[in-house]
């Protein structure tokens, strides 16, 4: 049952990204976008009332990415050089194995 979701989760989103990258790059959507440009008349603005501030829900969510991204990006970037260190490692030790299997020495 659960790969049945995972395969119509798969379609669809193929078929948004197939679509998105047809509006954008092959002007599939071009007529629709031509004739919603304008809902309220040629040129007009909605509302007539300055936005002189910023709301609340922008301000936390930046100061929220603002605590992540470098914090994050020291630990992708330590675990990646922890990564390599032990693959150098396990690389080393399997040639010492091997080389003492064989009664080699490099």
Do not use: C
């Amino acid at each position: 049952m659960s790969q049945w979701v995972f395969i119509l989760a798969s379609v669809l989103t193929s078929a948004a990204v197939l679509r998105g990258a047809g509006g954008v790059f092959l002007g599939w959507d071009r007529m629709e976008w031509e004739e919603q440009a304008s809902p309220t008349g040629h040129g007009e603005k909605e509302t007539n009332e300055k936005a002189n501030y910023l709301p609340l829900v922008m301000i936390v969510t930046l100061r929220k990415l603002h605590d992540m991204i470098p914090t994050s990006i020291i630990r992708v970037w330590f675990l990646g050089l922890f990564s390599w260190v032990l693959l150098g490692v396990g690389i080393y030790l399997s040639h010492q194995m091997i080389a003492a299997r064989l009664e080699l020495s490099f």
